[in-house]
């Protein structure tokens, strides 16, 4: 050990000894940015940032079962993503499918996929199907691995289920659009009984949420991370929980 990684590990006790767990947000989202910026500057390939990246996740969730955070999204792939050459898109899915194979595998965490499958290949959907499965019945960190995600796309596919829902308990036009309310929407979005993020996490030091979570992010405090994801320490994270910490949060009161 170096001294610069004996003196982050000091500074990162402090700030943990300091953390009251009373303030920690019960569910935290995560947009995984940066990998492949993070590959350049080391003079890496894109797939080796991206591997790197998928390595993390383990390190950040054991940082939230520490913290006694109950539920965390991870943003592993847009539906945007879904656009690139097929030469940069097969091995990064590979890797996040290896990522869910390892989540599922730890034994410690449920995992729930949140986006679109018909959009995803189908060894993708296996992969992610019979991690939700297999895991379903853990008690650990509910984790929501979010793959072919965005955010209108989810709230279009919310409409679509609540509208195939009701026409098929015969319910009219007329009835539907007297009851429709913000309870009824959220029921049928890919996080249904789930709390709302109370907190997002975006690394890389960009400062937009490129349509994460939109729907249930309305009242989340968001944090921004100069850092690469990739390089994302313990010290990060915890200064992202002391920063939600020191917010009032008013919900528009």
């Given at each position: 050990m170096n001294l610069r990684d004996l003196v982050y590990g000091l500074y990162a006790r402090r700030v943990e000894g300091r953390l009251d767990h009373d303030q920690v947000p019960k569910h935290i989202g995560v947009i995984l940015d940066g990998n492949r910026r993070w590959a350049k500057a080391s003079g890496g390939t894109p797939e080796q940032g991206h591997k790197a990246g998928a390595d993390k996740i383990q390190e950040l969730l054991g940082w939230c079962a520490e913290t006694d955070v109950e539920v965390v999204t991870l943003w592993m792939l847009s539906t945007d993503n879904l656009n690139r050459p097929e030469e940069q898109l097969v091995p990064l899915l590979a890797i996040i499918e290896d990522a869910v194979k390892a989540l599922a595998s730890d034994g410690r965490w449920r995992v729930h996929h949140v986006g679109t499958m018909d959009l995803l290949p189908?060894?993708?959907?296996?992969?992610?199907?019979?991690?939700?499965?297999?895991?379903?019945?853990?008690?650990?960190?509910?984790?929501?691995?979010?793959?072919?995600?965005?955010?209108?796309?989810?709230?279009?596919?919310?409409?679509?289920?609540?509208?195939?829902?009701?026409?098929?308990?015969?319910?009219?036009?007329?009835?539907?659009?007297?009851?429709?309310?913000?309870?009824?929407?959220?029921e049928h979005l890919y996080t249904r009984g789930q709390p709302d993020p109370d907190l997002v996490i975006r690394t890389s030091g960009e400062q937009r949420l490129s349509g994460f979570m939109l729907w249930q992010s309305a009242h989340s405090e968001y944090y921004f991370c100069e850092v690469h994801w990739p390089a994302f320490r313990k010290v990060d994270f915890l200064r992202a929980l002391r920063d939600y910490a020191a917010r009032h949060r008013r919900y528009g009161t």
């Open positions: 189908a060894r993708t959907q296996l992969v992610l199907k019979e991690a939700e499965e297999g895991t379903r019945t853990n008690t650990g960190i509910l984790v929501n691995v979010a793959v072919g995600y965005g955010g209108r796309q989810e709230i279009a596919d919310a409409v679509r289920s609540l509208l195939l829902d009701h026409a098929e308990r015969g319910t009219s036009f007329e009835e539907l659009a007297e009851t429709v309310s913000i309870d009824l929407i959220s």
